[in-house]
């Protein structure tokens, strides 16, 4: 079994607190709780304040400065996503979308002409990705998708349907898991191909989910979609080459991006709930003053606290393009489980009040749950470290 533990220092550089400081300053001046709220009851995404936020520079975390971006800082990008969607994953799935569905992917499979011809729109703000991987019969066995592309003199022609495709009415492009070869051949004729929503023969049904609303979540349908050969991922070189590509090292960093929204959502509800417990009056004294309330909450503490440490150390890892995909399964099993605990608990201490809309745990409840399933479930993950470490079977 490979040593897991390498060098662990987990000293945080100080860009890291000013950016956080910013963030925090950001989310109260453009992201008050009650436009939250509403975000989240009319499942709308608020571009306004999504510029605002691509004004600070932050989608530029993933790119280099030669094509517009403050350099790769997937760190940096973490936190940006922590410290989003501890008020709102209607604004952090979006600041994914653009950082890193669009930037990170196209940084790392792009064509030198992709590259220069997005990246610097990526980190300005003006491009974002969907996500369009999952379909009806294809969950965690993505490469088994059914959707089709054959190639027409210079174009693509496109035939099939993705489903849970988040924010494919909102984005530029939706990064398309596409089969361009004989089917059976499994890995070797998948291409990734981008494809603009508003293109005819694309239908775009939204799907009504618990949470996560913003980016909303939807069923797309393509019929005979015609794109030009130069949307695949990588041009020549990407053509069937796309399964290299999902499983590249951006897949490393989206399991931790999943892990950052979701110790965001529960740094929030443990905020929130510690603050009631010293304001709700039981038997004529703070519910913070009993044994139980005081034991749960020192319990979610310490769960963050070890959750915080795990993300922000896979994250350097993956700074430091280090070895790094047991590490972040671990930290995407750890963290989401944790996050949903921790949620969970702090809704319990709210009582009657955790079960209503007019505060915000009921929000983090619904978004919460979504976090140990997207991004490759916790018995994927589980399977993976197993796997990974050489456990005999
Ligand atoms: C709100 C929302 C947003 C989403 N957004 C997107 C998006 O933007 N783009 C996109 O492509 N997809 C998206 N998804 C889909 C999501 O990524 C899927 O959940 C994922 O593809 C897995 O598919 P599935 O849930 O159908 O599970 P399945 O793969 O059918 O699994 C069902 C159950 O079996 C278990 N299981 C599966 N395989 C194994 C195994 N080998 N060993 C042990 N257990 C296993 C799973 O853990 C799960 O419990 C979204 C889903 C939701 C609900």
């Not at 009582?351 to 983090?364: H, K």
Request: some cysteine.
């Amino acid at each position: 079994m490979r040593a897991l533990v390498r060098s662990m220092t987990i000293e945080l550089p100080s860009h890291i607190d000013q950016l956080r400081d910013t963030l925090r300053r950001f989310a109260e001046r453009h992201m008050p709780r009650r436009e939250a709220a509403r975000w989240d009851k009319e499942n709308t995404f608020p571009r306004n304040v999504f510029e605002e936020l691509a004004a600070l520079g932050v989608m530029g975390s993933t790119i280099p400065e030669e094509f517009g971006g403050t350099g790769r800082d997937i760190l940096a990008t973490l936190v940006t996503i922590e410290e989003l969607s501890r008020r709102s994953l209607a604004i952090s799935v979006p600041y994914i979308m653009c950082a890193c569905y669009a930037g990170m992917n196209i940084l790392e499979c792009g064509s030198e002409r992709q590259k220069a011809d997005f990246l610097p729109r990526i980190a300005a703000g003006k491009l974002i990705f969907a996500y369009g991987w999952t379909e009806a019969d294809t969950g965690a066995d993505l490469a088994s998708v059914k959707t089709t592309g054959r190639i027409e003199g210079d174009e693509l022609v496109i035939n099939g349907s993705k489903r849970f495709c988040s924010g494919s009415e909102i984005c530029d492009y939706i990064y398309a898991l596409i089969r361009t070869g004989e089917q059976g051949e499994r890995y070797k004729n998948l291409s990734i191909v981008l494809i603009p929503p508003d293109s005819p023969g694309v239908e775009i049904q939204p799907i009504e989910s618990m949470g996560m609303k913003g980016a909303r979540t939807t069923d797309v349908s393509f019929t005979d979609v015609r794109v030009p050969l130069e949307n695949i991922v990588g041009e020549q070189d990407g053509f069937n080459r796309g399964w290299g590509m999902i499983t590249s090292s951006g897949l490393d960093v989206e399991k931790l991006e999943v892990a950052a929204i979701a110790l965001g959502i529960a740094e929030a509800a443990c905020d929130d709930a510690w603050e009631y417990s010293e304001t709700r009056k039981q038997f004529g004294a703070t519910i913070s003053t009993f044994q139980s309330i005081r034991h749960q909450l020192a319990e979610m503490k310490t769960q963050l606290h070890v959750a915080r440490l795990a993300t922000y150390h896979a994250a350097m890892l993956s700074d430091r393009e280090a070895p790094r995909r047991v590490e972040t399964s671990m930290t995407k099993l750890f963290v989401t489980e944790a996050a949903k605990k921790v949620v969970l608990d702090a809704q319990s201490i709210f009582g009657a009040y955790g079960y209503v809309r007019d505060f915000d745990i009921e929000r983090n409840v619904r978004d919460v749950l979504l976090m140990p399933i997207i991004g490759g479930s916790s018995a994927v993950q589980r399977n993976n470290i197993a796997n990974w470490l050489g456990l005999a079977r």
